[in-house]
């Protein structure tokens, strides 16, 4: 069966390239250039990955990506930008977006991003199949079914980037991981000069559920390497 793609893009040249390029990788693709259509056909249908532009009319992209993610709509969504600064990229990544590419990028670039996107996903499946659904660690609970986190008593609201990291690392406590290694394993691609996008998730995870970010008990750096989890946590049966 073909993967079901949705594009938002209000770009003609760009959205046609995309679509027949994606088509090539045989996925059907349903296109628009109206974000407000696009947040509709989103909530709809049934895709496997949203391309979305960051600057549409009717609705922008950031909107679009916040009120998916508030239905509990957890589509992966590559986010496409015009802008350049770190800020417009954080905000997209803070609102829910998995993954975006600043214009004007290569197509070779894109379709190496759905792919990882698309393998992300699947290994992702096969792990939720062949482990426990829960991982519990002290005051942590990881529902991988539902894709909840639970800390000290409390509902942690994760985007589906910040859930992959966490899971990462709570799947092997102990093991030290490079940012390239996380760029791997999570994002599925492990090109040079996108470390900064594991630091930012990583940062922000940590506001989430860390009591105190700047002294974390769950998630520690290991300087000069990388990160891991606390394995001195005592793991829950």
């Known amino acids: ?72 709509i ?3 969504i590559l986010m496409l930008t015009a802008r350049s600064s770190e800020l417009d990229r954080v905000l ?3 609102v829910g977006a998995d993954d975006y590419l600043t214009k004007p990028f290569s197509i070779r670039e894109l379709i190496a991003r759905v792919k990882a996107m698309f393998r992300r996903m699947e290994n992702f499946h096969r792990e939720q199949e062949s482990e426990s659904q829960l991982i519990q660690y002290k005051d942590m609970r990881i529902d991988l079914a539902d894709r909840v986190v639970e800390v000290r008593g409390r509902y942690i609201d994760l985007t ?13 406590p ?24 594991v630091n930012s998730h990583i940062n922000r995870l940590r506001s989430k559920i860390e009591q105190d970010p700047t002294h974390p008990e769950f ?6 390497v990388g990160y891991k989890f606390n394995r001195d946590l005592q793991a829950v049966a």
């Open 74 to 76: 957890y589509t992966p």
């Open 174 to 197: 102990g093991r030290v991981y490079t940012r390239a290694q996380l760029l791997d394993s999570v994002w599925g691609y492990g090109h040079d000069g996108y470390e900064h996008t």
């Open 219 to 224: 998630i520690l750096t290991v300087w000069g």
């Open 92 to 94: 997209g990544l803070e």
């Open 160 to 172: 589906a980037k910040e859930f992959d990291l966490l899971v990462q690392f709570a799947a092997q």
């Open 1 to 72: 069966m073909s993967r079901q793609i949705l594009v938002i893009e209000d770009n003609t040249d760009i959205s046609n390239l995309l679509t027949m390029h994606l088509r090539d990788l045989g996925c059907d693709v349903r296109h628009t250039g109206n974000g407000r259509e696009g947040l509709e056909l989103a909530i709809q249908g049934e895709y496997e990955l949203i391309i979305l532009d960051l600057m549409l009319p009717g609705l922008d992209g950031i909107e679009i990506c916040k009120q998916l993610r508030g239905k509990n």
